[in-house]
T-cell receptor, first 111, second 113 residues
Framework: DAKTTQPPSMDCAEGRAANLPCNHS???????VYWYRQIHSQGPQYIIH???NNETNEMASLIITEDRKSSTLILPHATLRDTAVYYC????????????FGKGTRLHILP | DTGVSQDPRHKITKRGQNVTFRCDPI?????LYWYRQTLGQGPEFLTY????????KSRLLSDRFSAERPKGSFSTLEIQRTEQGDSAMYLC???????????FGPGTRLTVT
């Protein structure tokens, strides 16, 4: 079973920052937080991952709370192309191989 | 780098028929994964290979399912005696390292009538 809890859906206005929350209260010390997204009729796409420090790349920022029990994925300037299902996953990097997906959050970007 | 490719993209078959799907991973990725996704659900792990060795199989992979990866390059997933419950999107992913980021293909959508 997935070890994360996400809201089933969210709306965000185009051009605004989209903040997607994820709870992972049972995360272990050696587990990373990964985010993937799946645009309709496509395979999942890797976005970002982190252990305990905040991370940023060209797609998004990942903010992990100090106790590591929750995190937030931030899309700084959402566009219509960001409409997708976003999956938050915890896994032990460099040991776990399979990804266990939950149902994710369906993000709607509103024009 | 052309990404992970899957063939066919869509397959409609009658119940009881056999089907085979192909996945071509990103070159030099030694890990290859198969997942299945039904409507409204996240992808579910089926099996994975490191080079030509099949290292793990999910209990979802019944004896009607078989996967191969000869020579450690492309992989095939065969479903024998298809059932309506097999209707789903079958996703393939590859990874260059143990538990590194996985890169997914576009999937093969199977419809069993």
């Amino acid at each position: 079973d997935a070890k994360t809890t996400q809201p089933p859906s969210m709306d965000c206005a185009e051009g605004r920052a989209a903040n997607l929350p994820c709870n992972h209260s049972t995360i272990s010390g050696n587990e990373y937080v990964y985010w993937y997204r799946q645009i309709h009729s496509q395979g999942p796409q890797y976005i970002i991952h982190g252990l305990k420090n905040n991370e940023t790349n060209e797609m998004a920022s990942l903010i992990i709370t100090e106790d590591r029990k929750s995190s937030t994925l931030i899309l700084p300037h959402a566009t219509l192309r960001d409409t997708a299902v976003y999956y938050c996953i915890v896994r032990v990097a460099y040991r776990d191989d399979k990804i266990i997906f939950g149902k994710g959050t369906r993000l709607h970007i509103l024009p | 780098d052309t990404g992970v490719s899957q063939d066919p993209r869509h397959k409609i078959t009658k119940r009881g028929q056999n089907v085979t799907f192909r996945c071509d991973p990103i070159s030099e990725h030694n890990r290859l994964y198969w997942y299945r996704q039904t409507l409204g659900q996240g992808p579910e792990f089926l099996t994975y290979f490191q080079n030509e060795a099949q290292l793990e199989k999910s209990r979802l992979l019944s004896d009607r399912f078989s996967a191969e990866r000869p020579k450690g390059s492309f992989s095939t997933l065969e479903i024998q005696r298809t059932e309506q419950g097999d209707s789903a999107m079958y996703l393939c992913a590859s990874s260059p390292t143990e538990a590194g980021e996985q890169y997914f293909g576009p999937g093969t959508r199977l419809t069993v009538t």
